[in-house]
């Protein structure tokens, strides 16, 4: 059974940064892909960006120059970094990998 353990969000104010980690108790190496999905109230479930075993990157076009996804091979772990976040950057983030999903870590961008 696979276990994602997700840390870093927070309360940050407008145009802050913060870092998102995902561990996964599987060898990265034997993952196709892994990255992170957000939720906000009342919203649909939506990417943010995710990267694949070949090395190639996807971003939700909200995201894009702003965030950025990373791999620890060695670590097993995904980053995510989130600069000149918006209020609309406010949800729950979920780590995912080949299907499996974390318990979600929440970001909150306020003043």
């Known amino acids: 059974q696979v276990h994602l353990v997700e840390s870093g969000g927070g309360l940050v104010q407008p145009g802050g940064s913060l870092r998102l980690s995902c561990t996964t108790s599987r060898n990265i190496f034997s993952i196709e892909v892994m990255g992170w999905y957000r939720q906000a109230p009342g919203k649909q479930r939506e990417l943010v960006a995710d990267?694949?075993?070949?090395?190639?990157?996807n971003y939700g076009e909200p995201v894009k120059g702003r965030f950025t996804i990373s791999r620890d091979n060695a670590k097993n772990t995904v980053y995510l970094q989130m600069n000149s976040l918006k209020p609309e950057d406010t949800a729950v983030y979920y780590c995912q990998e080949d299907g499996s999903w974390g318990q979600g870590t929440q970001v909150t961008v306020s003043s």
């Open positions: 990267i694949f075993r070949a090395g190639n990157i």
